[in-house]
């Protein structure tokens, strides 16, 4: 297995390479408390589900990935809730990617028996940048994906810590690249003045950061139609797009999202 996970970390994807994949789709499920929940700009959540009920209906429908999220491991200076995730990993087949309160190599190594195929770290990156290079050595590239949470402030785009409690100096652009250059495999960019607004994504910010990065791009925040899905990718030409609200009160099912893509001459797995 290690030499799988080398030979993929040493060899990044060529943006040119990148956009030749089916694009895939993603639910997130953002847990407190045990429970699924889900809010506007991070903030008035309410009640989504159970997250392993959730977990199962997704892989079942067709999803490519499953993210989970403890959403206040940070906040609460405690640990992700490896018994949720391991009962969540046993209900699906697809790639899961669990993040929330990992600020250590023994934490993503717990994740990874529990059941994770990547981690995701975010404000432990901003507090340790070494950290990504640190996760990266140790369990090779693809199983690093780093969540940025951005907002747009006096006309920059500043990346937020903590759920999205906390304003950091950086420029979005800017930390996306050096986690890229430490070793991330990933990005999931979260846009906070889009989050849970259901009125489509930030396709601008996505396609500015999307043509100068050479490892998969995901999109977060803003979906409310199967239209905002064929935008983000023929707009942005991401290789991801991210949502949760809108598969978990069913207003968006992921087998007729993917049959509209494809119609659309957007690459999808069916």
């Not at 030979?7 to 943006?15: D, G, K, N, Q």
């Not at 994949?21 to 809010?39: E, H, N, S, W, Y």
């Not at 640990?79 to 949720?84: A, D, Q, S, V, Y």
């Not at 937020?160 to 409690?165: A, H, M």
Request: aromatic letters at 6%.
């Amino acid at each position: 297995m290690n030499s799988i996970k080398n030979t993929f970390s040493s060899v990044p994807l060529e943006v040119e390479e990148r956009n030749t994949f089916a694009k895939r789709i993603i639910p997130c499920l953002d847990v407190k408390d045990g429970r699924t929940v889900k809010g506007v700009n991070f903030v008035n959540l309410r009640d989504a589900g159970d997250p392993v009920e959730l977990a199962w209906q997704y892989s079942q429908q067709g999803a490519d990935e499953l993210i989970f999220l403890d959403i206040t491991a940070t906040h609460e200076r405690r640990k992700t809730m490896i018994e949720l995730v391991k009962s969540v990993a046993r209900q699906i087949n697809i790639p899961f990617t669990i993040g929330g309160g990992i600020n250590e190599l023994t934490d993503a190594d717990a994740l990874l028996n529990a059941g994770a195929d990547k981690i995701s770290i975010n404000s432990a990156a901003v507090r340790n940048p070494a950290f990504i290079n640190q996760l990266a050595e140790a369990f090779g590239k693809q199983f690093v994906v780093v969540a940025v949470d951005t907002k747009n402030n006096s006309e920059k785009n500043i990346v937020f810590l903590n759920g999205g409690r906390i304003a950091t100096g950086l420029e979005t652009e800017q930390w996306i690249k050096e986690a890229e250059d430490r070793g991330a495999g990933e990005i999931l960019l979260t846009s906070m003045d889009h989050d849970g607004t259901q009125n489509g994504f930030d396709c601008d910010l996505l396609k500015e950061i999307n043509d100068n990065l050479s490892i998969p791009l995901i999109a977060s925040g803003g979906a409310g139609a199967i239209q905002h899905f064929i935008d983000v990718f023929q707009q942005s030409n991401v290789d991801a797009a991210l949502a949760a609200s809108v598969f978990h009160y069913g207003e968006i099912r992921i087998p007729l999202l993917k049959e509209e893509l494809k119609r659309n001459k957007v690459e999808v797995r069916l």
